[in-house]
Antibody
């Protein structure tokens, strides 16, 4: 079964850091682009970051540029999001999503909740 | 940055046809994808590349894209179609960002 499972969410104070992980199974992870997408409580979807299949190309949304770092380990079938200098507005459910051509996200994880609060 | 505009809500009676629009500047030149999200669940891709359906998505779901408007059409609407729907594009021409519309809540009366 094709599956993505996120982990690493939790409660963190403003200015703190958190590292999210996404474990992939059921497909050849190294062949696919990957993305992080977030959803604040009661709000819509917001794309956060993209990484190519090899990890050589990376893009970020302006809202997280300079604070978040996306990475992947194809040997471990895993995607990561290092989040630093967290703000209250980063509070959201974070989803990892597999990308197809023209950034169609065909597989999503169940999401992990990140709450930034003192 | 590129902006996608969706109506906040659409209501339709069971068995009727629902149309959800997604407006953007010359959106017809881009590939539009659509997602369905039910409460407490992750989004599900229902239409990609304007009008293609992933396996497992009913034929009742269809899409079109021309000019400044893309449209998701759901025929013979069922109670189980009640959900939030989001359109999405990839802005490959500028900063390679991915843009989502604000979402449309589909209510089945």
């Amino acid at each position: 079964e094709v599956q993505l499972v996120e982990s690493g969410g939790g409660l963190v104070q403003p200015g703190g850091s958190l590292r999210l992980s996404c474990a992939a199974s059921g497909f050849t992870f190294s062949s696919y682009e990957m993305n992080w997408v977030r959803q604040a409580p009661g709000k819509g979807l917001e794309w956060v970051s993209y990484i190519s299949s090899s990890g050589s190309t990376i893009y970020y949304a302006d809202s997280v540029k300079g604070r978040f770092t996306i990475s992947r380990d194809n040997a471990k079938n895993s995607l990561y999001l290092q989040m630093n200098s967290l703000r209250a507005e980063d509070t959201a459910v974070y989803y990892c999503a597999r990308g197809r051509d023209r950034r169609a996200f065909d597989i999503w994880g169940q999401g992990t909740m990140v709450t930034v609060s003192s | 940055s590129y902006v996608l505009t969706q109506p906040p809500s659409v209501s339709v009676a069971p068995g009727k046809t629902a149309r959800i629009t997604c407006g953007g500047n010359n959106i017809g030149s881009k590939s539009v994808h659509w997602y369905q999200q039910k409460p407490g669940q992750a989004p599900v891709l229902v239409i990609y590349y304007d009008s293609d359906r992933p396996s497992g998505i009913p034929e009742r779901f269809s899409g079109s894209n021309s000019g400044n408007t893309a449209t998701l059409t759901i025929s013979r609407v069922e109670a189980g179609d009640e959900a939030d729907y989001y359109c999405q594009v990839w802005d490959s021409s500028s900063d390679h960002s991915v843009v989502f519309g604000g979402g449309t809540k589909l209510t089945v009366l």
